[in-house]
DNA sequence: AACGGGTGCAACCGCAAACGA
DNA sequence: TTCGTTTGCGGTTGCACCCGT
């Protein structure tokens, strides 16, 4: 395990590195005395450390139930999707993995998953996708679906209908344009869509979510994965 | 072996919210 | 209501280690 080299400031309060011996002595006091009252608790224990510290330490290195070692596969696949949702609220995410600190996950994602997820991200974005959008008699605003840059037509007006009688309508999509429909609109689309791959690109283990992500499904959603 | 750049991660910092007097 | 203190959070820093030259 490294540590830095600890030092003490003007104000004869330690910082950087913790010894084992600081350790032993918070992990002493906490289990007799219990946390809380940061500041109070380093002096009692006998620590030259701000209370800020001592919780930090505590919180993030020494609570036994801390699970330490590597992120699981299953851990790394939950933070990315609830990065996902949740964007940097790193508490919130490691709220749901139990055992993980705030300040691991926020380590993590920042020397590994965001460069991975990037990459991913670059990856699927030059996929070019199709997407079949399925929309029941009385959705509304189904034109938020179709991004600026395609034909500003009503794609339901004259399209075809499958065995259900839904109209359907078949695009080419920018995966850009389609991420930002969400963003963008209002959407109160009631249907369901399917994404059309390659199927070259389907040899790669690509999973629609991969290519479309998972955020914009409050009123409609990807239902289907056509291999081209 | 020595050096230097890149990387990982523990610890710190600043800010805001919560709390209590 | 105000003010001081504590707590919690996310961003940032910087040391130790790794690895290629």
Redo the contacts with the bound molecule.
């Keep these: 395990?490294?540590?830095?080299?600890?030092f003490e400031n003007e104000d004869n309060v330690?910082?950087?590195?913790?010894s084992a011996e600081e350790d032993k002595m918070l992990i002493n006091y906490i289990q007799l005395h219990g946390e809380?009252?940061?500041?109070?608790?380093s002096k009692r224990a006998g620590l030259k450390?701000?209370?800020?510290?001592c919780?930090?330490?505590w919180?993030?290195?020494l609570k036994p139930d801390i699970k330490r070692g590597n992120i699981s596969k299953d851990e790394e696949d939950l933070v990315i999707r609830l990065h996902n949702l949740l964007g940097?609220?790193?508490?919130?995410i490691?709220g749901r993995l139990p055992g993980r600190t705030?300040?691991?996950i926020?380590?993590?994602w920042?020397?590994?998953l965001r460069k991975k997820v990037e990459q991913k991200q670059h990856h699927n974005s030059n996929i070019p996708v199709k997407l079949r959008i399925e929309a029941v008699n009385d959705s509304v605003n189904t034109m938020s679906l179709i991004p600026t840059s395609c034909d500003s037509q009503n794609p339901f007006a004259s399209t075809p209908q499958d065995d259900r009688n839904h109209p359907w309508t078949l695009q080419d999509f920018d995966i850009t344009d389609l991420l930002m429909s969400h963003e963008d609109y209002d959407c109160h689309f009631r249907g369901c869509a399917c994404v059309e791959i390659p199927l070259h690109f389907a040899d790669e283990a690509c999973m629609i979510n991969d290519v479309v992500g998972e955020t914009w499904y409050e009123n409609w959603k990807i239902n289907e994965y056509i291999p081209l």
Excluded: P, V
């Design positions: 395990m490294k540590r830095k080299s600890s330690k910082q950087g590195a913790w809380g009252n940061w500041s109070e608790l450390r701000r209370g800020k510290s919780r930090l330490r919180l993030n290195y940097n609220r790193w508490s919130l490691a705030d300040n691991e926020k380590n993590y920042n020397t590994y």
